[in-house]
T-cell receptor, first 116, second 115 residues
Framework: GAGVSQTPSNKVTEKGKYVELRCDPISGHTALYWYRQSLGQGPEFLIYFQGTGAADDSGLPNDRFFAVRPEGSVSTLKIQRTERGDSAVYLC??????????????FGQGTRLTVV | KNQVEQSPQSLIILEGKNCTLQCNYTVSPFSNLRWYKQDTGRGPVSLTIMTFSENTKSNGRYTATLDADTKQSSLHITASQLSDSASYICVVSEVVSGGYNKLIFGAGTRLAVHP
């Protein structure tokens, strides 16, 4: 596709439920990032994929959060036993060369997750 | 802890006026500094990218400056338009093990341009 696509755009779930958020990066981009943005704050890093592997998952807040990218393109962020504090906008970004000094990172529009 | 701090937190200006947004950072080692514009309900969109060797970069009415010695950057918006109303986020790239650029975001400055 022309840009990074995230689905769903909005998700409302009950506390304790399991959710999956999907990211379709720009075709050919090997690097994929997940960020979480709370209201009035800048995005916070969650996890970075280079190809199929999670090269840096240091931003995942706890073991309820997990992400996969089995074929090196589409990625799914999975949240188990959701809590109200998980409510935020989850942003995905992709880039062509994560080591490049001027490599551009392109963001999707985000998934707004609301846990009630 | 690596941090990116922005000021002001919010700003209201009249259409046609200029404004300057500030960013201070403590990220090290530093690869590059970016300014993003984020409209409400949208993902961030890049305005400028500067490496440590660049002092200024322009993109239309947006001009970013960087002083790598003092670890400060500014984004100057000239002749503001109503469509400039958005959050402007300063993002610094930290070089981490494995050599990839990890983006560290500031909290943003929320700009409102009024007619």
């Amino acid at each position: 596709g022309a840009g990074v696509s995230q689905t769903p755009s909005n998700k409302v779930t009950e506390k304790g439920k399991y959710v999956e958020l999907r990211c379709d990066p720009i075709s050919g981009h090997t690097a994929l990032y997940w960020y979480r943005q709370s209201l009035g704050q800048g995005p916070e890093f969650l996890i970075y994929f280079q190809g199929t592997g999670a090269a840096d998952d240091s931003g995942l807040p706890n073991d309820r959060f997990f992400a996969v990218r089995p074929e090196g393109s589409v990625s799914t962020l999975k949240i188990q036993r959701t809590e109200r504090g998980d409510s935020a906008v989850y942003l995905c970004a992709s880039s062509l060369n994560p080591r490049g000094m001027n490599t551009e990172a392109f963001f999707g529009q985000g998934t707004r997750l609301t846990v009630v | 802890k690596n941090q990116v701090e922005q000021s002001p937190q919010s700003l209201i200006i009249l259409e046609g006026k200029n404004c300057t947004l500030q960013c201070n950072y403590t990220v090290s080692p530093f690869s590059n500094l970016r300014w993003y514009k984020q409209d409400t309900g949208r993902g961030p969109v890049s305005l400028t990218i500067m490496t440590f060797s660049e002092n200024t970069k322009s993109n239309g009415r947006y001009t970013a400056t960087l002083d790598a010695d003092t670890k400060q950057s500014s984004l100057h918006i000239t002749a503001s338009q109503l469509s400039d109303s958005a959050s402007y986020i300063c993002v610094v790239s930290e070089v981490v093990s494995g050599g990839y650029n990890k983006l560290i975001f500031g909290a943003g400055t929320r700009l409102a341009v009024h007619p």
